[in-house]
T-cell receptor
Framework: GAVVSQHPSWVICKSGTSVKIECRSL??????MFWYRQFPKQSLMLMATSNEGSKATYEQGVEKDKFLINHASLTLSTLTVTSAHPEDSSFYIC??????????????FGPGTRLTVL | AQSVAQPEDQVNVAEGNPLTVKCTYS??????LFWYVQYPNRGLQFLLK??????LVKGSYGFEAEFNKSQTSFHLKKPSALVSDSALYFC????????????????FGAGTRLAVHP
């Protein structure tokens, strides 16, 4: 199946710093990428959807200035957590979907990035 | 509002016994239905999906799921559980189209933890 990678797999940072997480589709072109946040023992919460070359669409309640998303190419999307605070500590998962008009296309998920803000 | 319900937080099964992880949904129209599995500190792996046709869908690792339109259910099943099947399972649905013509969001259930005991 299609492979999605994330880097880094884990990161620890000081409060107030910014952290960038990369998401790559390794063997397919992802016209749409998604960023999710997962709290312990909870389901995935969609943060934003991005299409290559256009601005991301953020879900209600997600601060676009805090969680900067860039989808510069068909194989790379980045999530930057700006001025991170301890409450931003979480497991962040990206997902990618190939093109086509069929909504049945499954999404492929990255392995996740665990962010810990001290 | 669209929603997905996984009524069991945890399912315990003895190795070799059949397993069922329940999922019901509330989505207008005829949605696409998915099952994903998540191992600790990993992203989600696609198991199977229902688009149309035969109500019994076969997927990866010997899993299958049965779509029941009248009960709006999509229960995950496996005839003989393995200890290695122990993981977190997510049911997800996506509507076939939205009013803007774009892709609908993938809506996840809360997840069910499957524990298979030797």
């Amino acid at each position: 199946g299609a492979v999605v990678s994330q880097h880094p797999s884990w990161v620890i940072c000081k409060s107030g710093t910014s952290v960038k997480i990369e998401c790559r589709s390794l063997d397919f072109q992802a016209t749409t990428m998604f960023w999710y946040r997962q709290f312990p023992k909870q389901s995935l919460m969609l943060m934003a959807t991005s299409n290559e070359g256009s601005k991301a669409t953020y879900e209600q309640g997600v601060e676009k200035d805090k969680f900067l998303i860039n989808h510069a190419s068909l194989t790379l999307s980045t999530l930057t957590v700006t001025s991170a605070h301890p409450e931003d500590s979480s497991f962040y998962i990206c997902s990618a979907r190939a093109g086509g008009t069929g909504g049945h296309n499954e999404q492929f998920f990255g392995p996740g990035t665990r962010l810990t803000v001290l | 509002a669209q929603s997905v319900a996984q009524p069991e937080d945890q399912v315990n099964v003895a190795e070799g016994n059949p397993l069922t992880v329940k999922c019901t949904y509330s989505v207008s129209g005829n949605p696409y239905l998915f099952w994903y599995v998540q191992y600790p500190n990993r992203g989600l792996q696609f198991l199977l999906k229902y688009i149309t046709g035969d109500n019994l869908v076969k997927g990866s690792y010997g899993f299958e799921a049965e779509f029941n339109k009248s009960q709006t259910s999509f229960h995950l099943k496996k005839p003989s559980a393995l200890v290695s099947d122990s993981a977190l399972y997510f049911c997800a649905v996506r509507g076939r189209r939205n009013f803007s013509g774009g892709y609908n969001k993938l809506i996840f259930g809360a997840g069910t933890r499957l524990a298979v005991h030797p």
